[in-house]
């Protein structure tokens, strides 16, 4: 057991991802990385490999996995946790109407539920260490491109939970930072597997346009993930607090969210998913 190395643990380090690249990262600075999937098949082979890092097997939508998480930082770092990191997270691509409730409470419980599980249950460890919460949100907590509205939303209540945790960790002498993340280069797309949309659906003839948002599209021209992970861990260590943007264009993004009225955000939100020009494209075609 290590006690002098800082410590982190990451949610969500499937092999591509954010939470992998973050890990990387870390460890590559000497810092005792707790690399974190649901899947064991999912884990990164260079960090499985690597030294000062220790690969767990977690469920963050199971108590259960979340305790046997705890108990394994226990024993390996004499009960503190320098840095946890919320990172897991999905996303469901349909219209409000074709999506199932069942399907968005799952989606909420991710990526919402499950970062307020895993607060509450790493808290002991991060009083401990003095340490910090990083809660990775989304630039669409902002904004209310089509098609995603489960995802927009509860990105957007992880953000503002995040927020309120801040005030309320701060005199326990935690930190926390609200990630904003904008459009970053993973292997995630080509792991998403599509939802159908129902023949009944108002939506069903501009189906391929919404299987196509699933493409990768919304990742063109993104920065890489270690582009985006070494700016975040710049930001922990540098003692960052509250709201951090992050990705491709962040600081333009979060200016347009600030400046634009609402008509021309609107404008700009409509150019990513520009569905309802798809929907005059087909009624204009039934009119011919």
Known sequence: MSVSRKSVLITGCSTGGIGAALAEVFQEKGYHVFVTTRNPSKFPPNLSRAENVTCLTLDVLSSESIAAAVESVKKETGGTLDILINNSGGIILLPALDTPIDDGKRLFDLNFWAPFAMLQAFAPLLIEAKGCIVNNSSASAYSPMALTSIYNSSKAALAMASETWRHELQPLGV???????????????????REELPVSSKYYDIRDFIYSIGDGRLQSGAISSRQYATKVVREIEHGSAGVV??????????LL??????????MVVESVVPISSEMAKIKQKKKI
């Open 257 to 266: 969210c600030w400046l634009l009225p609402n008509s021309l955000f609107d």
């Open 175 to 193: 930190r926390t930072i609200t990630l904003i993340t904008c459009a970053v280069k993973t292997e995630f797309f080509s792991r998403y597997q």
């Open 245 to 254: 943007w992050a990705g491709t264009h962040a600081l333009l993004f979060r």
